[in-house]
């Protein structure tokens, strides 16, 4: 078995995670339910909940890492108490991750065909409809959609069998340093057109007459518990392996928030990038793929170097696309050499082939096995494999992660305390145990059983 590797510095850690964090919901989600859901007051709602509930689970799954030096497929039996059965958690963690990048390899495929499109200037002078109709010609086609997907896997194992330091936190590195760039000059633009301040205030001031629109107080709260549950991509060990590689210097409360800023910083700038250009240009703004492939080329369109900054857009999707892969792909790999001590580049080769092949059915879902509807009418086999990681792997992993920590029945409050209180920092409060114990595992399954009755019951 190799020696395990670690990442050489701190601000390499907090780039990984937060790159892991990142995604696509970042930009395609938050700021149309914080438009949704009252402008301020959603916000407000999201960061009492993302304080409260990611924050200590994300400190958690750093602690297992951090203690066990390694993946979620083999740190639960290395840290439970003999004769028990927590290890056989690692079995849904594991399938958890390829789930993930079962669905989305083919989003971040989409991502690559866009910004290559945007490149060449394929969206100059179209029309919305004829934009529309470029995004399902892309998603209807098999060999485009199974091409870029194909390219997505490749691109994402190649960064990842280069190494730990020389490949993933190195590349990464560079690559969230441009986002932050990227994301603050599109704002600039987008703040500064003609129009933007509508936006803004449709994103930003309180708006009760939305929030009640939109269902009331209740739904907002669970929309926004929802959210900071799952930004964070916490409960099925994604970010546990990078606390694998940290040393002992830093206590993890305080890196988890440090990660959690970055995160949040994300969304909540995404929004000062779409409202307000929608606002400037007339474009009601939507969710879901549709806001990234339909409506905002069709913003582009209409802006004044609009190629240019679709372009750099469309970079910055990449990026947040590409930073979550390579997160999850280093974490898949560390399954093989935890469990068996393959080699780097093996567990990169067998693991290249076999994400492609489980992809395929997302890939195929949108065209040749379109008649698949697995949720119903309209759904598509990418609905499926996001619900059972969403809706049950996360906050099933997130209960387990809160109960393992902190009872005695597993690894145990004192051994947990310990050890995410190790180095300088941020401290976990003794005093938050009570709350840790027994609130947080009832606000879990609320969110759980309420996650299935939005699904189920509308």
């Not at 399902?136 to 098999?142: D, K």
């Not at 997505?152 to 932050?180: D, N, W, Y």
């Not at 913003?299 to 170097?305: D, L």
């Amino acid at each position: 078995m190799e020696k395990r590797e670690s990442l050489g510095s701190r601000l390499g850690f907090i780039l990984l995670s937060a790159g892991c964090a990142i995604g696509l919901g970042n930009v395609w989600r938050f700021p149309y339910i914080t438009g949704q859901y009252g402008g301020a007051i959603f916000v407000l709602l999201y960061f009492f909940f993302l304080v409260g509930f990611g924050l200590p689970i994300m400190a958690m799954e750093f602690a297992v890492g951090r203690a066990s030096r390694k993946s979620i497929a083999t740190s639960f039996q290395d840290l439970e108490p003999k004769g028990t059965k927590w290890h056989l958690f690692s079995y849904l963690g594991m399938a958890g991750n390829y789930l993930l990048m079962m669905f989305y390899t083919s989003i971040s495929g989409w991502m690559y065909a866009y910004l290559f499109k945007m490149a060449k200037g394929d969206f100059v002078g179209m029309t919305p409809d004829e934009v529309g109709a470029a995004f399902g010609g892309l998603a209807g086609s098999a060999p485009q959609t199974v091409g870029w997907m194909i390219f997505a896997v490749v691109l994402g194992f190649a960064i990842v069998a280069i190494g730990l330091q020389a490949g993933v936190e190195r590349i990464t590195k560079v690559m969230m340093s441009f986002l932050f760039v990227i994301m603050i000059i599109l704002v600039v633009r987008a703040v500064t057109l003609p129009g933007a301040i509508e936006g803004i205030k449709f994103y930003l001031l309180p708006d009760t007459a939305r929030l009640h629109a939109a269902g009331g107080w209740g739904s907002a709260i669970f929309a926004a518990m929802g959210q900071a549950f799952f930004t964070l991509s916490i409960g099925m060990g994604s970010m546990q392996i990078f606390g694998s590689y940290i040393g002992k210097e830093r206590k993890l409360l305080g890196e988890s928030l440090n990660i959690t800023i970055l995160d949040t910083t994300v969304a909540v700038m995404s929004g000062f990038i779409i409202f307000p250009s929608a606002f400037a240009f007339g474009i009601e703004p939507g969710q879901g793929p549709g806001l990234v492939f339909v409506t905002l080329p069709n913003i582009f369109n209409n802006m004044p170097a609009g190629r240019l900054f679709g372009v750099l857009f469309f970079i910055f999707m990449c990026f947040a696309a590409l930073s979550t892969v390579i997160a999850v792909f280093e974490n898949i790999i560390a399954f093989a050499m935890d469990l068996w001590g393959w080699s780097r580049r093996k567990a990169c080769a067998f693991n290249l082939i076999a994400v492609i092949l489980l992809a395929l059915p997302a890939a195929l879902g949108f065209n040749a096995w379109s008649f698949i509807q697995p949720l119903g009418e309209g759904s598509a086999i990418i609905d499926l494999e996001d619900f059972i990681v969403s809706q049950n792997i996360l906050p099933i992993g997130a209960m387990i992660y809160t109960l393992f920590c902190v009872t005695r029945y597993g690894w145990g409050w004192d051994k947990f305390i310990a050890e995410v209180n190790t180095g300088e920092g941020l401290a976990f409060s003794p005093k938050l145990r009570v709350y840790v114990t027994y609130i947080l595992p009832i606000i879990i399954i609320f969110a759980l059983v309420l996650g299935y009755i939005q699904k189920f019951a509308g």
